[in-house]
């Protein structure tokens, strides 16, 4: 069971825009800022969105953040068939002292 | 360019021990925070530890905590995971990553660790 929640699975066509929230509580998200990672099938995670919205260079801007309160969510517009992988919420937890991720998010484009 | 590199890997009985070794290049590793995450077969990832950029400051995930030894060497750019006890339960693709911006900017591709008789 993971600190964080997030759905299984999510899809999309594609162009379509998809979101993929992620279910926290104050002792994490509620007093921490978000990050996401994208898993491409068989490679290392990579990291997508920091400090709830920001991305790295070379992340496009397709890809978008957001926070409120105890949640967070991932934006994913124009979507494409590279965009198909694992998507992975992640911040601090002052209550367990260390990292936690949310337990993952399968993304599928049809 | 950044680059992490994750050896030390392999097969070990359960109560076993093995030392993980992430060797870091293409920037200045003394100044960064590093992290170990594990992403057992087919499951999502979990934290297990991470340690400040002068080795002063570690903390651990409570399911490793007392078994796992996180340490780094400045000196030789090197970052090591200390395992022992080793459960089943820990069988797992173990990743080093840099820390930044409180996020996890690089990731090195993984060593897989099999605790198993």
């Known amino acids: 069971q993971s600190v964080l929640t997030q759905p299984p699975s999510a899809s999309g066509t594609p162009g379509q825009r998809v979101t993929i929230s992620c279910s926290g509580s104050?002792?994490?998200?509620?007093?921490?800022?978000v990050n996401w990672y994208q898993q491409l099938p068989g490679t290392a995670p990579k990291l997508l969105i920091y400090n709830n919205n920001q991305r790295p260079s070379g992340v496009p801007d397709r890809f978008s953040g957001s926070k409120s309160g105890t949640s967070a969510s991932l934006a994913i517009s124009g979507l494409q068939s590279e965009d198909e992988a694992d998507y992975y919420c992640g911040t601090w937890d002052d209550s367990l002292n260390g990292r936690v991720f949310g337990g993952g998010t399968k993304l599928t484009v049809l | 360019e950044v680059q992490l590199v994750e050896s030390g890997g392999g097969l070990v009985q359960p109560g076993g021990s093995l030392r993980l070794s992430c060797a870091a290049s293409g920037f200045i590793f003394s100044n960064y925070w590093m992290d170990w995450v594990r992403q057992a077969p087919g499951k999502g990832l979990v934290w297990v530890s991470l340690i400040n950029s002068d080795g002063s400051r570690t903390t651990y995930a409570d399911s490793v905590k007392g078994r796992f030894t996180i340490s780094r060497d400045n000196a030789n750019n090197t970052l090591y995971l200390q395992m022992n006890s080793l459960r089943a339960e820990d069988t797992a693709v173990y990743y080093c990553a840099r820390g930044e911006y409180g996020a996890l900017g690089y990731w090195g591709h993984g060593t897989l660790v099999t605790v198993s008789s």
């Open positions: 104050s002792s994490n998200i509620g007093s921490k800022t």
